[in-house]
T-cell receptor, first 110, second 120 residues
Framework: QSALTQPASVSGSPGQSITFSCTGT?????????VSWYQQHPGKAPKLMVY???KRPSGVSNRFSGSKSGNTASLTISGLQAEDEADYYC??????????FGTGTKVTVL | EVQLVESGGGLVQPGGSLRLSCAAS????????MSWVRQAPGKGLEWLSG????????YYADSVKGRFTISRDNSKNTLFLQMNSLRADDTAVYYC?????????????WGQGTLITVSS
């Protein structure tokens, strides 16, 4: 149950698109199409942004999109906005009703 | 409105015990699996434990297996986490989280978190 690997930080200018990864193993990310992404602003609870690799909950902007290839999932934020500045965590189902989170990526809007 | 409110956090000595509660409202509590997730200061999220809607099935991360016990009281719409043999590295904000739908694998509602500090 090792944490999934994410880049520590990613930055972009307003309006740009950024993509960052979440790398696991065949026992988690690669084994199931159950990757979710969470946005967390400082001092706040996480918010679900993407589930089942690429689906968005109602109310989440379509600027957020997810994908997966092999053992690596990715989150893309298009049309970057100041309010997108936050920490982002991926999470994968790891079998037997257990889960593993990623190490987290800090997104900075320049 | 779906709401989760944790309580029970505080300062505890190493080796001590603590019981967290998570009061749920705004949804049919017994229909949803629930989880506990923690976040150490300045660190990432860590899934700890989950429980089925009826409470008959429980699951744990290796890091807490044998020390933490998850349970629920569906008559009181409350989730619990009993934590024993606490260590300094258990210091964290503890969140309860609700599965988005029955038999889904993500969490669409989180509490505000409760801070546990393990220190002498």
């Amino acid at each position: 149950q090792s944490a999934l690997t994410q880049p520590a930080s990613v930055s972009g200018s307003p309006g740009q698109s950024i993509t960052f990864s979440c790398t696991g193993t065949s026992s988690d990310v690669g084994g199931y199409n159950y990757v979710s992404w969470y946005q967390q602003h400082p001092g706040k609870a996480p918010k679900l942004m993407v589930y089942d690799v690429s689906k968005r909950p109602s109310g989440v902007s379509n600027r957020f999109s997810g994908s997966k290839s092999g053992n690596t999932a990715s989150l893309t934020i298009s049309g970057l906005q100041a309010e997108d500045e936050a920490d982002y965590y991926c999470c994968s189902y790891a079998g037997t009703s257990t889960y593993v989170f990623g190490t987290g990526t800090k997104v900075t809007v320049l | 409105e779906v709401q989760l409110v944790e309580s029970g956090g505080g300062l505890v000595q190493p080796g001590g015990s603590l019981r967290l509660s998570c009061a749920a409202s705004g949804f049919t509590f017994s229909s949803y699996a629930m989880s506990w997730v923690r976040q150490a200061p300045g660190k990432g999220l860590e899934w700890l434990s989950g429980i089925s809607g009826a409470g008959g099935s429980t699951y744990y991360a290796d890091s807490v297996k044998g020390r933490f016990t998850i349970s629920r009281d569906n008559s009181k719409n409350t989730l619990f986490l009993q934590m024993n043999s606490l260590r300094a590295d258990d210091t964290a904000v503890y969140y309860c989280a609700k599965d988005r739908e029955m038999a889904t694998t993500d969490f669409d509602c989180w509490g505000q978190g409760t801070l546990i500090t393990v220190s002498s």
